[in-house]
């Protein structure tokens, strides 16, 4: 059992890298670093997703027996949205041809997609059935990726997930939850946060990857998948539970630059269809994952 992960350096490929070894497969990744210094991976290769000549020397070299798809830009408030359609559809396309030329095809192809394909939708629990609306370049670029996908299905058993916000140890600080971690950690007085009545659904990076095992040993091809953990919470009660942790109330500045026009104001997940595939696993609570972050408990 190989696995080739792609962004495998990342804050998620880390983690999934790491469930995959437990599990007993052997892990190659693509990346854009020049090397695997901590030995993330059995085997590693620097790739650009947009150069289609080495991708296809890579997929070759590694020869998997199953696909995860981690790389790409997944910042939203990035600069550059022409970088999310040349990275996030074309580098993504660039994967597939290469996949699809191996001799032998893998059992699985797992492609991270976003839950901000759904937009602004805010009419309950949203289930795969929802129609995308999506409200931001990167989003768009998601779905762009998707539909790009369905063209491979007949070829490849490409599986999508549209992971919901997740978070852990190892996230950027450009990331909403590692930020506001972080400055309790600092012990800072004040915080500069957008709208506090956004609402979002968060999972542990841990759980996530597990999903993604799971997902992918289930053969479950030709479908759409959330990953989510089912509840919604508020920035105020992240900011509340994170008071409590650290002993003191941090005074919280709404700062107009980081209130967007077109925020997604309301995303949480139904996970039933991936429930249906692989079960119910195991959570980690919302409160242990930002304890885990703050160094109330170890990695």
Known sequence: MRVLITGVLGFTGRYVARAFRIAGWEVHGLGTASSDPDGVCDSYWQVDLCDALRMREAVAASCPTA???LAGLAFVGHGDPEAFYRINVIGTRNLLAATGRLSRCPGG???ASSANVYGNATAGVLDESVSPNPANDYAVSKIAMEFMARLWMERLPVMIARPFNYTGVGQDDSFLLPKIVGHYRRREAAVELGNL?????????????????ELVQSGASGRVFNVCSGRGRSLAEVIAVMNAMAGYEIEVRVNPAFVRANEVRKLIGSEAQLQSVIGVLPAIALEDTLAWMYGVESA
């Not at 009545?197 to 095992?213: E, N, P, T």
Request: hydrophobic fraction near 55%; proline fraction near 0%.
């Open 197 to 213: 009545d956004v609402v979002r659904d968060f999972s542990d990076v841990r759980v996530v990857a597990q999903k993604y095992l």
């Open 67 to 69: 696909v995860v798809h």
């Open 109 to 111: 192809v797992l492609l």
